[in-house]
C-alpha cells in the first residue's frame, strides 16, 4: 500500500512568510509525528498526534510553529513569520498504533531566504 | 531528558568488509532501539530494531546488539555492498507516553568498490 507522503516536496520562502507543510499519514496508523532535520544533523521532535488525545506539543521551537491533525487523517505543520534558521528537511511519520514502527514520508525541504 | 550520540560521523570501509557504527544513550528507562538508513533526498527506513529485553538481533547482513549496563547500542553491517552508502541513525525510546524517538546525529557509511 502506499507509504506516508509529503507536500510540498520543496518549498522556498522569504523570510516573515508564513508556509503550511502538509502530510499524509498510512491509511489505519493513528499516531502521527512530525521531526525537523537540520542540514547535516539527526532528526528533532516536533509534535505528536494520538488519536483524538491532545497532541505532544513539546518539540516545537516556537509559537511561531503549530500543527493540526484532522482525526486520524492528514496533518497540517505552520510556520508563521519564518525565519532563516527554520530551513531544515521537514519529516513525517507515523505508525499503526503508539510505540509501533515509525514509518516516514519522504520529507519537505523548506528554505528561507 | 534522553541524549543519544553517535559514532564515528562519518565512516568508509571497503566492499565487503564490516562496518560498526555506535551509540549510547543516557535515559536508563529507554526500551526501544530502532535503526534507520537514510539515502539521499529520501525520508529514513527502518532496517533493525532491539528491544531492551533482547541482547542480540541478527537480519541477514545486519545485527544489532544492545549493553543495558553501559547504556550503548551497536550496528553491526557484514560484508558491505555499494548499496550500503547512506547515513544511518541510532535512535531511542521508551515505549510508552509519545513514543517520540531520540536520534543519534548520523554516521555517513561510504562502501568503496
Known amino acids: 500500500g502506499a507509504g506516508v507522503s509529503q507536500s510540498p516536496s520543496n518549498k522556498v520562502t522569504e523570510k516573515g512568510k508564513d508556509v503550511e507543510l502538509r502530510c499524509d499519514p498510512i491509511s489505519g496508523h493513528t499516531a502521527l509525528y512530525w521531526y525537523r532535520q537540520r542540514l547535516g544533523q539527526g532528526l528533532e521532535f516536533l509534535i505528536y498526534?494520538?488519536?483524538?488525545?491532545?497532541?505532544?506539543k513539546s518539540g516545537l521551537p516556537s509559537d511561531r510553529f503549530s500543527a493540526e491533525r484532522t482525526g486520524e487523517s492528514v496533518s497540517t505543520l505552520t510556520i508563521q513569520r519564518t525565519q532563516q534558521e527554520d530551513s531544515a528537511v521537514y519529516l513525517c511519520?507515523?505508525?499503526?498504533?503508539?510505540?509501533?514502527?515509525?514509518?516516514f514520508g519522504p520529507g519537505t525541504r523548506l528554505t528561507v531566504l | 531528558g534522553e541524549n543519544v550520540e553517535q559514532h564515528p560521523s562519518t565512516l568508509s570501509v571497503q566492499e565487503g568488509d564490516s562496518a560498526v557504527i555506535k551509540c549510547t544513550y543516557s535515559?536508563?528507562?529507554?526500551?526501544?532501539f530502532p535503526w534507520y538508513k537514510q539515502e539521499l533526498g529520501k525520508g529514513p527506513q527502518l532496517i533493525i530494531d532491539?528491544?531492551?529485553?533482547?541482547g542480540e538481533k541478527k537480519d541477514q547482513r545486519i545485527a544489532v546488539t544492545l549493553n543495558k549496563t553501559a547504556k550503548h547500542f551497536s550496528l553491526h553491517i557484514t560484508e558491505t555492498q555499494p548499496e550500503d552508502s547512506a547515513v544511518y541513525f541510532c535512535?531511542?525510546?521508551?515505549?510508552?507516553?509519545?513514543?517520540?524517538?531520540?536520534f543519534g546525529t548520523g554516521t555517513r557509511l561510504k562502501v568503496l568498490a
Open positions: 498526534f494520538q488519536g483524538n488525545s491532545a497532541p505532544d
Open positions: 535515559d536508563s528507562a529507554s526500551n526501544y
Open positions: 535512535a531511542a525510546t521508551i515505549l510508552s507516553g509519545t513514543y517520540k524517538y531520540i
Open positions: 532491539i528491544r531492551s529485553n533482547v
Open positions: 511519520a507515523s505508525s499503526s498504533v503508539p510505540g509501533d514502527t515509525q514509518y
